[in-house]
């Protein structure tokens, strides 16, 4: 197998050893840490390999918001008894392969999923949203179960199962139903990318599934994502794809921008205190609509949640009418209507009342706080974000300035404020894509300029 240590950590270490006892026939593949002062040594003992790896007065990281994971940032001892990928991957097939028989049973609930399904997505998406509705995610990984999924039939019957487990079931009905389908052992996005050498097995912390004919990775775990909606921490990460005929190193796609894309269309219609009236309809596709079918499962609290995620864009807003659509099908978008009232719309400034352009706002503070970094920012995603605010002035109001409105655009992402006026109407339109979901260390201030002249277009005020 293998094993991974970190000499390096976010408090000073006086004296570091890592040491490793193994036969002296066994052969070991290292990946050594690359710290300066770091001394490796070897010595042969009664039939036994002593690797001795040393360090004295190791500085602590600096620890900075939104950073990759630690082998990104530390240096690290890996060690394997695998010389290949290839090596690693005929071992876990040897350990799981007897694990993935089904029953009857599952045999017949696979056949009455697939009848009168044509397309191999269809199928899929059958197949997906029974795994999701009948296991929940448990992850009980003791012992040898900790790389080594339980037997699917056992799954089935209890209603639960881990990563392992539920990838398992995936790939075992997706060849029932004659779907070509590989095992993926995932290094999530929280620990950091590593080097592709030396192969093993300890780099891993997920399982998912993957269907080559529409290369799509599926999550059993996100069990409110459709196929196509990967969570972020999959996106853009070292994967293993295992199949009885062999397996292979590879990266998974990051989603584009439109593949997270939240689309806001408020009509505001302002009274001369600053308070008023908003209807508003929002449409979510791709990697944020889980989240919101997950928090508004319960109808009887949808009003009050809603409300509570709203009042930072309109303080004190009361919702008296709201409807969701997409929370019970994984495979459309989730929309929301709502309509309410809110005391404060606009910013009373004297005789004048003040209001932005858009919810996005600030975005220097929200994505890059500090002036420069040491460590890559992870954005964990690319993203897309689209409101269309239409304001409606009461008699007595008049419009005395308006937004100009502008582009920002980079290699970055693009940020556009086009804004119209008809008659006591005046339509502020914000687009905002966020293109790239890591910034390395020497592209941070470029894109802590981008921002600033995002955030200088977001100043305006009607």
């Known amino acids: 197998n293998g094993d991974l240590r970190f000499f390096q950590g976010f408090v000073p270490r006086a004296h570091v050893e890592y040491v490793l006892v193994a036969p002296e026939a066994r052969a070991l593949v290292f990946g050594a840490p690359e710290l300066p002062g770091v001394s490796r040594s070897e010595a042969r003992e009664d039939g036994l390999r002593i690797t001795r790896f040393v360090a004295d007065d190791v500085p602590p990281l600096r620890e900075e918001p939104s950073m990759p994971g630690m082998t990104e940032v530390a240096p690290y001892v890996h060690v394997s008894t695998y010389a290949t990928w290839s090596e690693v991957g005929s071992w876990w097939w040897g350990l799981v392969q007897d694990q993935l028989t089904m029953g009857d049973g599952l045999r017949r609930t696979v056949r009455d999923l697939v009848r009168g399904k044509v397309t191999t997505r269809e199928k899929v998406v059958a197949i997906h949203d029974w795994v ?99 969570p972020p921490m999959d996106q853009g990460v070292t994967v293993l794809h295992v199949w009885p005929e062999g397996s292979e190193l590879r990266r998974t796609p990051v989603l584009p921008p439109e593949g997270s894309q939240h689309t806001r269309r ?30 508004y499962q319960a109808e009887g609290t949808r009003a009050e949640r809603l409300e509570a995620q709203l009042r930072s864009l309109f303080p004190g807003l009361r919702i008296a009418r709201q409807r969701f659509g997409g929370l ?41 706080t500090q002036p420069r970094r040491e460590h890559l920012l992870d954005l964990g995603g690319t993203s897309s974000y689209v409101e269309e605010r239409v304001v409606r002035l009461a008699p007595g109001l008049r419009v005395r300035e308006a937004p100009e409105g502008g582009t920002a655009e980079s290699p970055f992402g693009t940020l556009r404020l086009d804004v119209r006026r008809e008659g006591r109407a005046l339509t502020m339109r914000t687009e905002l894509r966020v293109a790239q979901d890591r910034i390395a260390p020497e592209d941070y201030a470029a894109f802590r300029g981008w921002l600033g002249e995002a955030d200088a277009i977001l100043r305006q005020r009607l």
């Open 132 to 230: 999701v509705a009948n296991t929940r995610y448990v992850g009980l990984e003791f012992g040898i179960h900790g790389f080594k999924p339980y037997r699917v039939r056992q799954i089935v019957e209890r209603g639960f199962g881990d990563c392992k487990d539920k990838a398992s079931l995936l790939y075992v009905m997706f060849e029932e139903a004659g779907i070509d389908a590989h095992l993926v052992l995932v290094r999530t996005r929280r620990n950091g990318r590593i080097e592709e050498e030396p192969a093993s097995l300890a780099v891993f912390d997920h399982a998912i599934a993957y269907v080559p004919e529409l290369d799509l990775y599926i999550d059993g775990t996100a069990e409110h994502s459709g196929v196509e909606e990967l």
């Open 266 to 295: 408020l009509e505001l219609r302002l009274r001369p205190d600053g308070s008023g009236d908003v209807s508003a309809t929002e449409t979510l596709v791709g990697t944020e609509a889980p989240a919101y079918r997950s928090r």
């Open 328 to 368: 019970a099908s994984l495979e459309e978008p989730v929309t929301v209507r709502w309509n309410g009232s809110a005391p404060q719309l606009a910013l009373r400034d004297g005789a004048l009342l003040r209001m932005a352009p858009a919810a996005a706002g600030e975005l220097t503070r929200a994505m890059a």
